[in-house]
């Protein structure tokens, strides 16, 4: 029999070194479900059990339990290099082909859907009131659906539902194509795309906010023993070390790639029509081809995430009965999406992020759609759009600070989701909700004093009245920029540590002797074992999907409100959004101020 056998027993170990025994009492004192899953992904049934004389270093990967002892089983150092690289590959491909595609598709549908209106169907009446409808009807299958997609994550795993939100937003893009000018029932056809696409991106951003905790929870986990394969016993040369939670990090990754999904809509797709049109096209060729190569682009997408995108084992839903036996699958799941809208009421924390969806998304819409119409409205207000005042021109200049002034916010939008991503994994900020807080107050500050201040000058160039930019705008708009990505790498990060259970720091070690069925009473015996589950950090990764759908929810909710209600401020006062999102964000920092303050009162008044 082999040495090192599964069922030969441990040999004796020399003096000064520790035997296998020792380092199995070692692994004991580890999580048992740690060690389980570190088993099951880098173990390798093909290597030899052999021992060789001056061989390689291998990991230590045992799995341990109550039951028989046995030894463990060796993974060369190599097999943990081709582990570590193919999470780096799940990583780049969550970031790539789902949190970036899905941005740059966003932004180019938005960009290109009023020249479907115009030149594929041919109608250049009340463009606007269509492309309004469309939106409107847009966030409404994203508030029904996202919740919808969540809950399904949960069922089937992310990987799948993130490959098919890529799928339909492939489909969507394609549908497009199919419109002509001269339809009868055009408007069936525009919907009906445009409610594909919905499905898709609804789908895609709840997915990003899912797998946030997914790729935490994987970093996370406890780095295996290398030790050291030589003809004396092994010798352990590295501790398993348990990694701090990265989900800040993470959501700071989904914002540095948000914006680099932005700019790459801005920069490939939108030059796409006018550089793939010929002067013998008909009108809106080019624009059909930039879509197939934007459908391509969606599908490829997909393919990837149905390849490379994580997902965590499936957990049934906790509270199970005897009657849920006989019930439909679906029902029980709807339960636990009802239980993820609750929690936030239940859970302080899980409240605070919802809030911050709500909000993140109303800044993300309000800069991309209020500042061109704060620009254009003031170019119109005084008369620069006018033909008497070379009307061409003037408003070629309104389009020009409209993107300026857009720009600046995305260029600092940019340049802060790596700092924000990086508060959101300290610990001490993270307890005291620091960056929510900032968040708030420097939306505050930004927002309304767009609205206060001028923001644009009118100025006398070579006999003609223009305008420009004060020095002023510059500032605030950088700081619109600072506030909004904060607001969503911060909720997002917290988010992703409350369903991780990153939030409630480490297990709570209990006394050695004390298990269950060591109290000489009954209700002893239910005390320890409440104590114990009470000594364990709480985590909802069994219903991440339902929560991350709700946050989306939420979101959708944000957009509604802002476009709704500021679109009709904006008629009696120009500013009159800009307060709104300051209004938002002042709620924002309120309640993370109150959840630090509410969480250490509830705890004394518990002491």
Same mark, same amino acid.
């Given at each position: 029999m082999s040495p090192l056998s599964p069922l030969s027993p441990s040999p004796p170990a020399p003096p000064g070194t520790m035997a296998s025994t020792g380092i199995s009492r070692q692994l004991r004192d580890t999580d048992t479900n740690s060690i389980n899953s570190m088993q099951s992904e880098y173990e390798d049934p093909n290597l030899p059990?052999?021992?060789?004389?001056? %061989?390689? #270093?291998?990991?230590?990967?045992?799995?341990?339990?109550?039951?028989?002892?046995?030894?463990?089983?060796?993974?060369?150092?190599?097999?943990?290099?081709?582990?570590?690289?193919?999470?780096?590959?799940?990583?780049?491909?969550?970031?790539?082909?789902?949190?970036?595609?899905?941005?740059?598709?966003?932004?180019?549908?938005?960009?290109?859907?009023?020249? *479907?209106?115009?030149?594929?169907?041919?109608?250049?009446? &009340?463009?606007?009131?269509?492309?309004?409808?469309?939106?409107? @009807?847009?966030?409404?299958?994203?508030?029904?659906? @996202?919740?919808?997609?969540?809950? @399904?994550?949960?069922?089937?795993?992310?990987?799948? *539902?993130?490959? #098919? @939100?890529?799928?339909?937003?492939?489909?969507?893009?394609?549908?497009?194509?199919?419109?002509?000018?001269?339809?009868?029932?055009?408007?069936?056809?525009?919907?009906? =795309?445009?409610?594909?696409?919905?499905?898709?991106?609804?789908?895609?951003?709840?997915?990003?906010?899912?797998? *946030?905790?997914?790729?935490?929870?994987?970093? !996370?986990?406890?780095?295996?023993?290398?030790?050291?394969?030589?003809?004396?016993?092994?010798?352990?040369?590295?501790?398993?070390?348990?990694?701090?939670?990265?989900? %800040?990090?993470?959501? %700071?990754?989904?914002?540095?790639?948000?914006?680099? %999904? =932005?700019?790459? =809509?801005?920069?490939?797709?939108?030059?796409?029509?006018?550089?793939?049109?010929?002067?013998?096209?008909?009108a809106g060729t080019g624009l059909r081809r930039a879509y197939y190569i934007v459908t391509a682009w969606a599908l490829l997408a997909g393919s990837m995430c149905f390849v490379g995108i994580p997902s965590l084992p499936r957990k049934e839903p906790e509270g199970r009965t005897e009657a849920d036996k006989t019930t439909p699958e679906w029902k029980i799941r709807l339960r636990t999406l009802s239980k993820a809208a609750g929690l936030g009421l239940e859970d302080r924390r899980i409240g605070l992020a919802y809030v911050g969806g709500f909000v993140a998304r109303a800044c993300a819409v309000g800069i991309s759609l209020f500042i061109p119409l704060y620009v254009n409205g003031f170019f119109v207000q005084h008369g620069l759009c006018s033909s008497t005042s070379g009307g061409r021109k003037d408003c070629a200049q309104a389009y020009i600070l409209a993107s300026t002034l857009s720009g600046i916010s995305q260029l600092f939008a940019l340049l802060g989701a790596p700092v924000f991503g990086y508060l959101a994994d300290r610990p001490w900020a993270v307890r005291t909700h620091l960056p929510l807080i900032l968040a708030g107050f420097i939306g505050v500050v930004g927002y309304g004093a767009f609205g206060t201040f001028e923001m644009i000058r009118i100025v006398d160039k070579d006999g003609v009245r223009t305008a420009k930019l004060t020095g002023m705008a510059y500032i605030i708009g950088?700081?619109?920029?600072?506030? &909004?990505?904060?607001?969503?790498?911060?909720?997002?990060?917290? #988010?992703?540590? =409350?369903?991780?259970? !990153?939030?409630?720091?480490?297990?709570?070690?209990?006394?050695?002797?004390?298990?269950?069925?060591?109290?000489?009473?009954?209700?002893?015996?239910?005390?320890?074992?409440?104590?114990?589950?009470?000594? &364990?950090? &709480?985590?909802?990764?069994?219903?991440?999907?339902?929560?991350?759908?709700?946050?989306?929810?939420?979101?959708?909710?944000? *957009?509604? #409100?802002?476009?709704?209600?500021?679109?009709?401020?904006?008629?009696?006062?120009?500013?009159?959004?800009?307060?709104l999102l300051a209004g938002f964000n002042g709620v924002l920092g309120l309640m993370a101020v109150w959840t630090y303050f509410g969480g250490k009162i509830q705890g004394r008044i518990r002491l």
């Open positions: 059990r052999r021992r060789r004389a001056g %061989g390689p #270093l291998y990991a230590h990967v045992g799995r341990v339990g109550s039951g028989p002892k046995r030894l463990p089983s060796f993974t060369k150092l190599s097999d943990l290099r081709t582990v570590k690289v193919r999470r780096i590959y799940t990583q780049a491909t969550y970031l790539v082909f789902l949190v970036m595609a899905t941005i740059s598709l966003l932004v180019f549908i938005n960009s290109s859907i009023s020249f *479907i209106v115009t030149d594929l169907l041919g109608i250049h009446d &009340k463009v606007g009131d269509i492309v309004g409808t469309l939106g409107f @009807a847009d966030e409404i299958v994203v508030i029904v659906a @996202a919740p919808l997609w969540g809950m @399904a994550s949960d069922w089937v795993g992310e990987r799948a *539902i993130s490959g #098919l @939100a890529m799928v339909l937003i492939g489909l969507g893009f394609a549908s497009f194509t199919l419109l002509e000018e001269g339809m009868t029932y055009w408007w069936v056809g525009l919907l009906g =795309a445009r409610t594909i696409f919905a499905l898709g991106a609804a789908a895609g951003t709840t997915m990003m906010s899912a797998l *946030i905790p997914v790729l935490a929870v994987q970093e !996370a986990e406890p780095e295996p023993i290398i030790v050291a394969d030589t003809d004396a016993d092994a010798v352990p040369t590295k501790e398993p070390r348990k990694k701090d939670n990265t989900a %800040g990090k993470h959501a %700071g990754l989904v914002g540095l790639f948000s914006a680099f %999904g =932005a700019l790459f =809509a801005l920069t490939v797709f939108l030059p796409l029509p006018s550089k793939l049109q010929s002067p013998e096209d008909v950088a700081v619109m920029g600072l506030s &909004k990505i904060a607001s969503i790498v911060s909720s997002l990060g917290l #988010l992703g540590k =409350a369903i991780s259970g !990153a939030l409630d720091g480490p297990e709570r070690p209990l006394h050695p002797d004390l298990q269950p069925g060591d109290g000489e009473e009954e209700n002893d015996d239910a005390l320890i074992e409440e104590e114990m589950n009470a000594a &364990k950090p &709480k985590n909802y990764l069994h219903i991440k999907g339902s929560i991350s759908g709700v946050y989306s929810l939420t979101g959708g909710l944000g *957009i509604l #409100l802002l476009t709704k209600v500021g679109g009709a401020l904006f008629d009696e006062r120009a500013g009159a959004p800009f307060w």
